[in-house]
C-alpha cells in the first residue's frame, strides 16, 4: 500500500509540473505575437520589416528531466520491492513460517547435495532453514549469532518447553560438526538431521502456551 500510494503522487507531481510548464509555453508564445503586432504596426512606414523569427526552443525541457527523474526513481522502488518480495523470512507474518520451513526442506530435499557429494552446503542450507524458522516463528533477532548464542535466544521464547530446546540443541550442535568441524556424518545420521528438521517444526509451530 505504501508503494502504490507514493507512486500516485509520484505521477500526480509529473502531471501537475508538465501542465504548468505547458500554460507557461501558451501564454509565452502570444505574448510574443502580440508584441509582433504592436512592432509591426510602428513600423509601417518602413520600406521592408523582416519577418521576426520565432522563439527557439531549447534542446531539452524541464518537465522531461522532471520525468526522467521520476522514472529512475520508480526503478528504484520496484527494485527494492522485488528484492524485498524475494526475502520471504523477513517478510512474512509468524503464522506462516511452519509452511515456508516445509517446503524449503522440500526445496533442499530435491537438490541432491548429498548424492553429489555436497555434504557441507546440504548441511549449512539445513540448518540455516531451522533457523531461519526459528526466528520468524519466535520473532527472534539472532540472525548472526553464533549456535551457542542462537539457543540462549532461543530459551528465552515462552512458547517452547525443555524437550524442545533439547532438540534444537542437538540438531545444531550436529550441523556445526558438519559445517566447521569438516565431520563426514554417516547415511543415517544424515536421515536423522532432516527428520529432526521436520520434528522440530512439527513441534513447536502451534502455540503451547495456551
Request: charged fraction near 25%; include cysteine; hydrophobic fraction near 40%.
Amino acid at each position: 500500500m505504501e508503494l502504490k500510494g507514493f507512486l500516485v503522487i509520484l505521477i500526480a507531481v509529473v502531471v501537475f509540473v508538465y501542465q504548468s510548464e505547458t500554460h507557461s509555453t501558451e501564454k509565452g508564445g502570444n505574448r510574443v505575437q502580440e508584441g509582433i503586432k504592436i512592432v509591426l504596426e510602428q513600423q509601417s512606414n518602413a520600406h521592408e520589416v523582416r519577418g521576426i523569427k520565432g522563439p527557439i526552443k531549447p534542446y531539452w525541457h524541464f518537465p522531461y528531466i522532471i520525468m526522467g527523474l521520476v522514472s529512475t526513481l520508480l526503478l528504484g522502488l520496484i527494485s527494492v520491492y522485488l528484492i524485498r518480495k524475494r526475502k520471504n523470512w523477513e517478510i512474512i507474518p509468524s503464522r506462516l513460517a511452519p509452511g515456508i520451513a516445509y517446503e524449503a526442506l522440500e526445496d533442499l530435499g530435491r537438490k541432491d547435495l548429498i548424492k553429489n557429494g555436497k555434504t557441507r552446503d546440504y548441511y549449512i542450507e539445513l540448518a540455516d532453514i531451522i533457523r531461519h524458522y526459528l526466528q520468524k516463528r519466535f520473532d527472534l533477532n539472532a540472525s548472526t549469532m553464533t549456535t551457542e548464542e542462537f539457543l540462549v535466544e532461543v530459551t528465552t521464547a515462552n512458547e517452547l518447553f525443555s524437550e524442545h530446546i533439547k532438540l534444537i540443541r542437538d540438531f545444531l550442535i550436529h550441523c556445526d560438526l558438519v559445517k566447521f568441524a569438516r565431520y563426514e556424518p554417516l547415511g543415517e545420521e544424515v536421515d536423522w538431521s532432516f527428520r529432526s528438521a521436520k520434528e522440530i517444526i512439527d513441534r513447536t509451530q502451534e502455540d503451547h502456551t495456551q
